[in-house]
């Protein structure tokens, strides 16, 4: 490994005694306020303008399946539970609403993201079939499979241009869900083109949360954490995820050292939470002890260099596009790479048929092709993880656990 990239793991050391850890959880009624008497204490911070008093670790609900793993989640502490439209084809948002009915309203948060179908994956701009009544409709259709009576968090994901992120339509649709109470804070979920992303955000005011994809592995490091620093002093809170970088070295293992990698998103102040797709009570007890003593030890420190030295076989692509113009076959590689990460690194099938299916992957994509003109900047085998994770379009879907 180069020096440059054991400086970026140094500089990602700083300023954890400047963290504002809050104790406590979500600011609320009395009714919020006697629940979570009885609950874990556990180190938080303020989520931006939001007010949200947010425990350093928060729930990425995709591969939550049954409502008495949400409880147990909200039992341990944990009060940010982070849905989308996409998972489980909407039974995911039906999951969470039934498992948190039962606790007083502003005692939790929901957050989903409800993307919008008229964005070109490879170009990240909208096409000329965007509607923003649909959008509201399928915001709405979030609303109704919660069962609740607001969402606290919409957001409006793989947000990577400006145009498209400021788009008027869009906006004017964001407040309209705000004032119409049906969610209270609107925000952007970013895999990519994040740094763009964040700026056009904070420049609306509209845009209050962002959740992006922040790791050890993350390229253009200054660049990004200049755009995460300035959109948190324009009042946005900022969500990490991704933060284990697909949690394996490569698809055989082994396992990424996952307290180092949560620890080294949270030495950066301006991130809120992490946003981490726990599917066992083991891994929630493991990740709440974590966030009580953020300390690096020189051991994690070596475990995260050893993992960087496996870029070329891991399994976490950093969704740069570079790819995209190389193809000949046009295909929306980084999507597809998604995909590889959620079957290989996350062992989540459904999610990544799901991802697999919005790249508009086919059966044999590169059988046109005698070699691949695809250069990743990563140095990932493109030709060779895409012709691995096709293999998974055959299976059928009833195979899968949904």
């Known amino acids: 490994m180069n020096n440059d990239r054991r400086e970026f793991l140094k500089k990602g050391l700083l300023g954890v005694s400047a963290a504002?850890?809050?104790?406590?959880?979500?600011?609320?009624?009395?009714a919020a306020a006697e629940a979570s008497a009885s609950l874990p204490d556990l180190p938080s911070r303020v989520l931006g303008r939001t007010g949200i008093q947010a425990p350093l670790i928060s729930l990425g609900a995709s591969?939550?399946?049954?409502?008495?793993?949400?409880?147990?989640?909200?039992?341990?502490?944990?009060?940010?539970?982070?849905?989308?439209?996409?998972?489980?084809?909407?039974?995911?948002e039906i999951i969470v609403g039934e498992a948190l009915?039962?606790?007083?309203?502003?005692?939790?948060?929901?957050?989903?993201?409800?993307?919008?179908?008229?964005?070109?994956?490879?170009?990240?701009?909208?096409?000329?079939?965007?509607?923003?009544?649909?959008?509201?409709?399928?915001?709405?259709?979030?609303?109704?499979?919660?069962?609740?009576d607001h969402i606290d968090i919409i957001l409006f994901p793989y947000a990577s241009k400006r145009e498209t992120v400021c788009n008027d339509e869009i906006l004017k649709t964001m407040e309209q869900l705000k004032q119409q109470g049906k969610v209270r804070f609107a925000g952007i979920a970013s895999h990519g083109g994040i740094p763009e992303a964040l700026d056009a955000a904070a420049s609306t005011g509209i845009y209050d949360i962002a959740m992006i994809s922040y790791n050890f592995k993350s390229e253009n490091r200054e660049a990004l954490?200049?755009?995460?620093?300035?959109?948190?002093?324009?009042?946005?809170?900022?969500?990490?995820?991704?933060?284990?970088?697909?949690?394996?070295?490569?698809?055989s293992g082994p396992g990424i050292n996952s307290d180092a990698a949560l620890k080294w998103a949270l030495q950066n102040v301006n991130i809120s939470t992490i946003v981490s797709g726990m599917t066992t009570a083991e891994q929630i007890q493991k990740n709440l002890a974590m966030i009580k003593n953020l300390k690096m030890t020189e051991e994690e420190?070596?475990?995260?260099?050893t993992a960087l030295a496996f870029s070329e076989t891991g399994?976490?692509?950093?969704?740069?596009?570079?790819?995209?113009?190389?193809?000949?076959?046009?295909?929306?590689?980084p999507t597809i790479m998604r995909g590889y990460m959620y079957a290989y690194g996350y062992r989540n099938l459904p999610q990544a048929r799901?991802?697999?299916?919005?790249?508009?992957?086919?059966?044999?994509?590169?059988?046109?092709c005698n070699s691949c003109s695809v250069k990743c900047s990563s140095g990932f085998d493109v030709r060779g993880k895409i012709q691995d994770i096709a293999r998974?379009?055959?299976?059928?879907?009833?195979?899968?656990?949904?």
Request: net charge positive; glycine share 10%.
């Open 20 to 30: 504002a850890f809050i104790p406590g959880v979500i600011k609320g009624s009395p």
């Open 354 to 368: 799901n991802t697999l299916a919005a790249s508009g992957l086919k059966s044999g994509p590169c059988a046109d």
């Open 225 to 251: 954490d200049t755009a995460i620093a300035k959109a948190s002093a324009s009042g946005m809170g900022i969500a990490a995820m991704k933060t284990t970088a697909g949690a394996f070295r490569n698809k």
């Open 63 to 92: 591969g939550a399946i049954t409502p008495s793993f949400i409880k147990g989640a909200y039992n341990a502490g944990i009060k940010l539970f982070f849905s989308a439209t996409y998972y489980g084809e909407g039974n995911n």
């Open 392 to 402: 998974l379009i055959k299976v059928p879907e009833d195979f899968l656990l949904t």
């Open 315 to 333: 399994l976490f692509c950093q969704q740069c596009g570079h790819c995209l113009p190389q193809c000949p076959a046009s295909l929306d590689i």
């Open 301 to 305: 420190m070596a475990d995260l260099n």
């Open 101 to 148: 009915k039962g606790f007083p309203r502003d005692s939790f948060v929901v957050a989903t993201a409800a993307p919008c179908n008229e964005v070109d994956n490879r170009t990240g701009l909208l096409t000329d079939k965007f509607s923003a009544r649909a959008y509201m409709e399928k915001a709405e259709g979030s609303l109704r499979r919660f069962g609740l």
